[in-house]
């Protein structure tokens, strides 16, 4: 065994067990050649091991330094937990190279001018004036015309959507979900004690007469959609479909909970749904996706009439967003920061879809040009279960269909997320996930 090898275990053992606090700074590469009286460049090579194995992190110019490993994403309790030197194919947390750097210089400037006493103080439960009028004028970028009266700052995505079927629903209420989709609000909906009724889908949106027909049947209290971008089908709905939803909403009195989470990796998308029907729609969307999911920043855009209530819940549990983390979001989503990141996102999703389809050509997988996730429908006989765990063996993580099938019957399939490894990472483990489907015994 080469002694650098004999070096990166030693090393990865003493990181696993928790030698080092999270943060902690390694020494540097001539140090640690020193130390183990190797060469730097072996020393060098080290590190980028230990990177790879998602155990450091380094940072230009700064120098290498322990990763959080109790921070390791996938560890939802929807989702499986993910080895922390697996590539991660399960969760999409998208980062451009950079970030780290513009967060610090975004906390040197806030700590350099903002008021920073009025952080240490609470806010109003829906946020403040003029970081409300910041997310408002990012949705109008959006296609969404809507006021800072309108809009209500969360702890993400997901913490909208708690808050609006805390106002919209009562216990055992229906609640129209697609056959499959995001793990996150079915829980939610179980949680609340609601009862999420499945609408078929085709790889261009859900079936809608089977929406109308439900709603004929029964009671619908919403709707839970993803027009812009599905996640994990990845379809962006066309104008007539947005206007048949719509339209159905109306006729039935259904509200619509428009999850608009991955809709900034769309250019030139149809209006939201809030736009086609603002009285019914609340509209939910935030910065995990397309800036980070750390900071926990989202957004309600709701029905004038609704926002009282929706202040209500957020008061009466979060009471508000943290300050700090609000003000530096609201910092990027004026000077052109959040704008910025979106537009490389975009094309990093492009480049990564491209690679998938390349290199899964012929698998039958379906997702948008711009999306991070590719959806893997596999033959009937396939077994997912044994082509997720063989991929887990050989440290490649991937979701199969299990936590989006909102029926009892679970589609064969497997959900690839494409944004949280590196290029050269997901070229290697595409290749992979493809020699685990063609070779599966029961294909
Ligand atoms: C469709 C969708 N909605 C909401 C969320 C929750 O995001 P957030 O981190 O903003 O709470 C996610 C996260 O994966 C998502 O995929």
């Known amino acids: 065994m080469p002694k650098y090898k004999g070096v990166v275990d030693s090393l990865a053992a003493q990181l696993r067990d928790g030698r080092w606090p999270a943060g902690h700074r390694l020494p540097t590469h001539r140090k640690l050649a020193a130390d183990e009286g190797i060469a730097v460049v072996t020393a060098s090579r080290v590190y980028a091991e230990l990177e790879g194995m ?46 780290a750097e513009l967060l610090r210089q975004a906390l040197r400037d806030l700590a350099a001018g903002g008021d920073l006493d009025a952080l240490l103080r609470y806010q109003p439960p829906r946020g403040r004036d003029q970081d409300r009028d910041a997310v408002a004028r990012h949705l109008h970028r959006r296609g969404l015309d809507v006021g800072r009266e309108q809009i209500l700052i969360v702890n993400g995505a997901q913490q909208g959507l708690a808050v609006t079927a805390m106002a919209l629903f009562q216990p055992g209420d229906v609640v129209a979900v697609d056959a499959l989709t995001y793990p996150g609000f079915v829980v939610l909906a179980r949680t609340l004690g609601l009862e999420p009724a499945p609408l078929p889908v085709t790889e261009i949106g859900p079936d809608l007469k089977a929406l109308e027909q439900l709603c004929r049947r029964r009671r619908v209290r919403a709707v839970y959609a993803m027009p812009t971008l599905h996640n994990p089908l990845g379809w962006v709905l066309d104008h007539s479909q947005r206007a048949q939803l719509v339209s159905i909403a109306h006729r039935y009195g259904v509200s619509i909970i428009e999850d608009a989470s991955y809709a900034y990796l769309v250019e030139d998308a149809p209006p939201p749904l809030a736009t086609l029907a603002p009285d019914l729609t609340v509209y939910v969307s935030g910065l995990s996706k397309s800036v980070a999911p750390g900071l926990r920043i989202g957004f309600i855009a709701a029905p004038a009439a609704l926002v009282p209530a929706l202040e209500r819940i957020i008061r009466a549990t ?46 039958g997988g379906v997702g948008h040009p711009s999306s991070y996730f590719v959806w893997l429908p596999l033959p009937q006989d396939a077994r997912p279960d044994r082509i997720a765990a063989a991929l887990a063996d050989r440290r490649i993580a991937v979701s199969t269909a299990e936590p989006f099938a909102t029926t009892s019957t679970v589609p064969h399939a497997l959900r690839l997320a494409l944004g949280s490894v590196g290029i050269p990472d997901l070229r290697n483990a595409l290749p992979a ?11």
């Open 433 to 443: 996930v493809r020699e685990e489907v063609d070779h599966d015994p029961f294909r």
């Open 54 to 99: 998602g155990l450091v992190s380094s940072e230009q110019g700064r120098g290498t330094f322990v990763r959080d490993l109790a921070a390791a994403a996938g560890e939802e309790f929807d989702q499986r937990s993910v080895a922390v030197d697996a590539l991660d194919l399960s969760f999409n947390y998208p980062a451009v190279p950079g970030q």
């Open 318 to 363: 979060t009471w508000h967003t943290p300050g700090l983390t609000t003000a530096l979001a609201c910092r990027w989503l004026t000077d052109g920061t959040v704008d910025r990141l979106e537009e490389q996102k975009r094309d990093d999703a492009r480049l990564r879809q491209s690679i998938a389809s390349e290199v899964l050509a012929g698998l």
